[in-house]
């Protein structure tokens, strides 16, 4: 999936991020509770984590910052001073099913919210929560910001899943 090669502003970054949507979706698939859990090199971070961190950077971006809604379940319980890396540790004791289930609710969730957000077309306009300085972005800065979020965890995504079973490849098979 490509965004379009001369489309609209918003086309173009929806677009973008869908790709990298789809790619971090391909490289996390069929796995097991063993893959999900898998490491490598020096690193705690798993499959599983990634597939639970970007639920949630998922859920916080497009409900929370975009249209100041409050957190999600399960987000919405967790204490995150006292466990700044909850959805990274938890990721473990998940099942598989829960982990894609959770990603791929909160993708949904994300793609319905920007819909409602982009009604009259415009990624100038501001998301309803300011940075700690006072300014706040526009749908556009977010999208951005979005789409390089999975474009680095995508890279770790490449280096979990080669390790595990040996996939390789920079797009799923058509």
């Known amino acids: 999936m490509e965004p ?9 970054l929806i677009g973008s991020l869908e790709r990298q949507r789809l790619t971090f979706a391909w490289k996390c698939a069929d796995l097991d509770s063993t893959g999900l859990r898998a490491t490598t090199a020096a ?11 970007l ?15 409050a957190p999600n379940p399960p987000w919405d319980k967790v204490d995150w001073e006292s466990d700044p890396d909850w959805e990274w540790r938890t990721a473990a004791v998940d099942t598989p099913e829960q982990l894609y289930a959770l990603w791929e609710e909160s993708v949904a969730r994300s793609r319905a ?12 306009q501001l998301i309803h929560r300011s940075w700690p300085d006072g300014r706040s972005p526009s749908i ?20 979990l899943r080669e390790a595990i079973d040996g996939r390789v490849g920079e797009d799923p098979p058509s």
């Open 55 to 69: 639920a949630l950077v998922e859920d916080d971006y497009f409900s929370v910052r975009l249209l100041g809604r």
């Open 4 to 12: 379009p090669a001369a489309g609209t502003e918003i086309d173009t």
């Open 113 to 124: 919210n920007l819909t409602v957000a982009l009604a009259d077309g415009d990624p100038g």
């Open 140 to 159: 556009r800065r977010m999208l951005v910001d979005m789409i390089e979020e999975y474009a680095r965890h995508t890279g770790h995504a490449d280096l």
């Open 43 to 53: 690193t705690t971070m798993t499959l599983g984590g990634l597939l639970k961190h």
